[in-house]
C-alpha cells in the first residue's frame, strides 16, 4: 500500500555497512539496560552492526573482549533489570590523551564509527572531546604506523549521540533522565513505609535522598508525600530557617497530625555555604522540641531495583531515536542528546545542554540561588513554587478574602493520584482566599446533598492514598439538574472542579446544555482527566494511568519469571481500557511485549496466526518466554479464551500457554510517584485558573459565566498544559466507544513490533528535530512537570 507523502518513513534511512557501538558510563540509572535493548534491536533492525563497549570508557581504553558484537538474542530479558548488564566504570585513563588513542584504535580496529552513550554530563563532555580530537587521533595512529591512510579517509568522522542516565535529574535540557522516576518509586516505597511506623510512635522522621548538587529528588518526592519541610542545594533556606521550621513541625503536630517528615538533600547547604545534614537536623528538632527523632539514610537503595514503566518507555523510545538520529548525521552534524520535552521527543546539542548544566553549579557556587533555580528550568520552579504553596499555610490575616465558594468532586471509576488532586485543590483553592467544599460519591452525593466544608488539615496525608477518599460514582447529571441547581443555590457555590474520567467530559457538556434552563450552572467549570485508560480526550495523559501501566508492568515480570527454567511457554494477558488500548499498547512497549491486540488497530485470523507463526519462530530459537497483551474490548469475537486456545494449539509441540486476567489490580494501588505530581500540579493550575475567571466573571454582586471557554479540561498536549473548552473537544471525541479519534501513543506501537522483530513502517516524521537550548525553554514544559 502506498504511503502518505506527507509521512517520513526510516525504510528511507538505511545503516547497512555502518557500525554502532553502545556503552554506559559513570553512575548506573534504572533504565540504562532498556536503553541499551533499544539501540541494539533498532540497530540491528536497520541492517547496522552493532557493538557493547563493556565498562564504560576503560573498555573503550583497553578493547579486546571488552567490545563485542551483540546479537538480537544477547539483549532479551534485561528490560527489566536494573543498573547496567554492559557494566560501567570511571575512566581515569580515557581523560588522557593517550587513553584517547588508545580507544580511537580500539574502535578503528572494528570500523566503528558512530557512538551512542548513556551517562551524565561528565560522559557526554568525554564523548564530545573525543569526536573533536578523532581527526588528529588517526593522523596521530598513521604515524605511529597502526592504521593505514585508507582507514583515515573511510572511518573519517566519529558521530556521537548522547542518552542523559542519571537519577539525579540534573541534566539541562531534558525534562526526565533515564533512571529519576524509578529512583523516586524506591523514595516513596520508603517513605509509605516509614509514615506507618512513624504515625504508630509519633515519631519525626528526616530522610536524607541522593542529589549532591541537585535537589530534584528531595523536592519532588518531598511534593508526592506531602513532606513537612525540604532542604535543597538550589535554594538554601533563610537565615532563622531553624526556628521557623521547628514552628512549622509543632503546628502539624498540634493540628492533630502524628508524625514530622523532613526530607533533605545530601548536598544541601545554608545560605553561608554551610552543610545541612540530617544529624544536625535530628539534634536540632530534640533540642528545641523535643520530639522523638529517627533519621533515615535511603543511600544507594535509590539507584538499584526494577526500573519503572515510565523509565522503560522513555529509554525505549531515546534509544530508537539515538538510533534514528546517527543514520541521518553528518560530518557537520554536532553531537547530540536525545531526550523528552514534555511528551516529545527532541534532539538538542549536547554542549550547549552541557554548559547550561555547568551555569547552574555556577550560579549555585556564586550564590545567586533564584537564579540557579531559574537555570534549572520551568519544571523545577513549578514544582519549588507548588511545594511552598501546598506546604506553607499562611496566617488567615494573610489570606486574601475572596468570598467565593469552590467545590471538588470525583466521577467515574476511582484511578490513583485522584487524592492527591483533591488536595492540592483544597489547599491552594484555602490559599487563594476561597472556601473549599468537597461533594461525595460525585454527581449522585451532589444531588442529594452530600456537601461538606473541607479545611486545609482535612486533606493531610492524602497523596499517598489510592482510589478515591471523596467517593466516586459513574452517574451523569441530566437527569438531576433540577436537584443539583438547588443544591448550587443552598450553598452559593462559584466555581465547580470535577475530577475524572470519560464520564467527566459527559458531566460537563451535560452541564454546559443545562446553562440554557439553570442559571445556576452558569459558573467556571474546570475538569481534571483521572482514569486508568487515559481515554480522554484532550490530553495525552490522565491521572491514575501511570499507576495502572507499573502495576501491569510489574505483574507481566513477575508472570515472565513464573516461567524461567520451564519449558518454552507464552502467556496471555488481558488488560483493562475499556475501548482504549494504551494500557495494552504502552504496557506491551514497557514489558517487552511480542504483540498488543487493541480495538483502534483492527485485526483478523491472518494477522493472529502470523503472530503465532512469529513466536513460534522465535522459540526454535533462543527466545523461551513469549508475552501477547489482549485489551479487554479489543474484539468481540477474538477474546481472551479463543486467543488462548488459538496460541495453545497452534504452538504445540514448540510452546505452551498460560493466560492471565489483570482485572481491577490494575486501579488499586497505591499512586506512583508520577501520579501523585501530576494530580498536585495541574490541580493547583487549574484553581488558578478558577481564581482568575472568577474575578472576570464576577459583576454587580454575583458570578455569571456562560461562554464556551468558562467550562474548560486542562489536559496535557504535547509540550504544555493547554485549557480547552469541552465543547470544542466534541468534535475530537468518538462518544460510541468512548476515545478520542486521535491518540499519540498509536505511533509507538510499531516501536513495540520492531523490538519484537517484527518487519513494519516507523513513521520518523515526528522523530525529534535538532533545536537549541534557550534558558527560559530548558525542561520548559509544564507536561513532563508533571513530575
Request: some cysteine.
Amino acid at each position: 500500500m502506498a504511503q502518505p507523502d506527507n509521512k517520513k518513513f526510516f525504510e528511507n534511512l538505511t545503516g547497512a555497512g555502518k557500525a554502532i557501538a553502545v556503552l554506559t558510563s559513570g553512575g548506573d540509572a534504572q533504565g540504562m539496560n532498556a536503553a541499551v535493548r533499544a539501540v541494539v534491536r533498532m540497530g540491528i533492525y536497520v541492517g547496522a552492526k552493532v557493538y557493547f563497549i563493556h565498562e564504560g570508557y576503560q573498555g573503550m581504553v583497553d578493547g579486546g573482549d571488552n567490545i563485542k558484537e551483540a546479537t538480537w538474542e544477547s539483549v532479551s530479558s534485561m528490560l527489566q533489570v536494573g543498573g547496567t548488564v554492559i557494566g560501567s566504570a570511571r575512566c581515569k585513563e580515557f581523560r588522557t590523551h593517550e587513553g584517547r588513542l588508545k580507544a580511537a584504535h580500539n574502535l578503528v580496529q572494528r570500523g566503528i564509527t558512530n557512538l551512542c552513550v548513556i551517562g551524565g554530563d561528565g560522559s557526554l563532555t568525554g564523548a564530545n572531546l573525543f569526536r573533536e580530537e578523532w581527526s588528529g587521533l588517526l593522523n596521530e595512529l598513521v604515524q605511529q604506523g597502526l592504521i593505514d591512510e585508507d582507514a583515515v579517509q573511510r572511518y573519517s568522522a566519529l558521530h556521537i549521540v548522547g542518552m542523559v542516565g542519571s537519577i539525579d535529574n540534573d541534566f539541562c535540557g531534558t525534562d526526565m533522565t533515564i533512571g529519576t522516576d524509578s529512583a523516586l518509586h524506591r523514595i516513596i516505597e520508603v517513605v509509605d513505609a516509614i509514615m506507618t511506623t512513624a504515625q504508630s510512635h509519633q515519631r519525626t522522621f528526616v530522610l536524607e535522598v541522593m542529589g549532591r548538587h541537585c535537589g530534584y529528588l528531595a523536592l519532588v518526592s518531598a511534593l508526592a508525600c506531602g513532606a513537612d519541610w525540604v532542604l535543597i542545594p538550589e535554594m538554601p533556606p533563610e537565615d532563622g530557617w531553624e526556628e521557623k521550621m521547628c514552628e512549622k513541625l509543632s503546628a502539624t503536630r498540634s493540628r492533630g497530625s502524628r508524625l514530622n517528615i523532613i526530607i533533605v538533600a545530601e548536598g544541601a547547604i545554608d545560605r553561608h555555604g554551610k552543610a545541612i545534614t540530617s544529624s544536625t537536623l535530628k539534634d536540632l528538632v530534640v533540642r528545641c522540641l523535643g520530639f522523638d527523632t529517627r533519621v533515615t539514610i535511603l543511600g544507594h537503595v535509590q539507584r538499584g531495583g526494577t526500573p519503572s514503566a515510565f523509565d522503560r518507555i522513555l529509554a525505549s523510545r531515546m534509544g530508537v531515536e539515538a538510533v534514528l538520529a546517527l543514520l541521518e548525521t553528518t560530518a557537520n552534524t554536532p553531537a547530540c542528546v536525545v531526550s523528552l520535552c514534555g511528551n516529545q521527543a527532541v534532539r538538542l546539542p549536547l554542549m550547549e545542554c552541557v554548559q547550561m548544566t555547568q551555569e547552574v553549579q555556577k550560579a549555585m557556587d556564586e550564590k545567586r540561588f533564584e537564579e540557579a533555580v531559574r537555570l534549572r528550568g520551568r519544571s523545577f520552579e513549578n514544582n519549588l513554587r507548588t511545594y511552598k504553596l501546598l506546604a506553607h499555610r499562611k496566617p488567615e490575616s494573610e489570606l486574601p478574602q475572596s468570598n467565593f465558594n469552590v467545590a471538588v468532586l470525583n466521577v467515574g471509576a476511582p484511578a490513583a493520584g485522584m487524592n492527591a488532586a483533591v488536595r492540592s485543590a483544597v489547599r491552594v483553592g484555602i490559599s487563594e482566599g476561597h472556601k473549599m467544599f468537597a461533594i461525595n460519591d460525585g454527581f449522585e452525593g451532589f444531588y442529594k446533598g452530600q456537601i461538606k466544608e473541607i479545611k486545609w488539615g482535612d486533606v493531610g496525608g492524602w497523596t499517598g492514598q489510592g482510589g478515591s477518599l471523596l467517593g466516586t460514582k459513574r452517574t451523569l447529571p441530566a437527569k438531576h439538574v433540577d436537584k443539583i441547581a438547588e443544591q448550587i443555590r443552598k450553598y452559593n457555590i462559584n466555581a465547580l472542579l470535577v475530577i475524572g474520567g470519560f464520564e467527566a467530559v459527559e458531566c460537563l457538556l451535560q452541564l454546559c446544555d443545562a446553562r440554557a434552563t439553570h442559571e445556576e450552572f452558569c459558573i467556571p467549570l474546570c475538569m481534571l482527566p483521572a482514569t486508568i485508560s487515559n481515554n480522554v480526550p484532550g490530553t495525552d495523559l490522565s491521572i491514575g494511568a501511570d499507576t495502572a501501566l507499573n502495576a501491569i508492568v510489574e505483574t507481566c515480570d513477575r508472570i515472565k519469571q513464573s516461567a524461567s527454567g520451564t519449558k518454552r511457554r507464552v502467556f496471555i494477558i488481558e488488560t483493562m481500557g475499556g475501548y482504549c488500548g494504551y494500557l495494552a499498547s504502552v504496557g506491551g512497549l514497557a514489558a517487552g511485549a511480542d504483540a498488543a491486540y487493541i480495538f483502534e488497530e483492527p485485526f483478523d485470523i491472518r494477522d493472529l496466526q502470523s503472530n503465532v507463526e512469529h513466536l513460534t519462530e522465535k522459540m526454535k530459537t533462543s527466545i523461551q518466554r513469549g508475552l501477547v497483551l489482549r485489551n479487554e474490548n479489543s474484539n468481540e469475537n477474538y477474546t481472551t479464551d479463543f486467543i488462548y486456545q488459538l496460541y495453545s494449539e497452534e504452538g504445540r509441540g514448540v510452546f505452551d500457554c498460560r493466560k492471565n486476567v489483570l482485572g481491577h489490580m490494575q486501579q488499586g494501588g497505591a499512586p506512583s510517584p508520577f501520579d501523585r505530581n501530576f494530580g498536585t500540579k495541574i490541580s493547583a493550575k487549574a484553581m488558578q485558573w478558577i481564581s482568575k475567571k472568577l474575578k472576570e466573571c464576577y459583576r454587580q454582586g454575583r458570578v455569571f459565566a456562560n461562554t464556551e471557554d468558562s467550562a474548560c479540561l486542562l489536559g496535557m498536549r504535547r509540550r504544555a498544559l493547554v485549557f480547552q473548552p469541552v465543547v470544542q473537544l466534541k468534535q475530537e471525541t468518538d462518544f460510541v466507544h468512548r476515545i478520542p479519534k486521535e491518540q499519540w501513543w498509536l505511533k509507538l506501537r510499531p516501536l513495540m513490533k520492531i523490538l519484537a522483530k517484527y518487519k513494519t513502517s516507523y513513521d520518523v516524521s515526528d522523530s525529534g528535530q535538532l533545536e537549541h537550548v534557550v534558558c527560559n525553554r530548558t525542561k520548559e514544559s509544564d507536561a513532563t512537570a508533571a513530575i
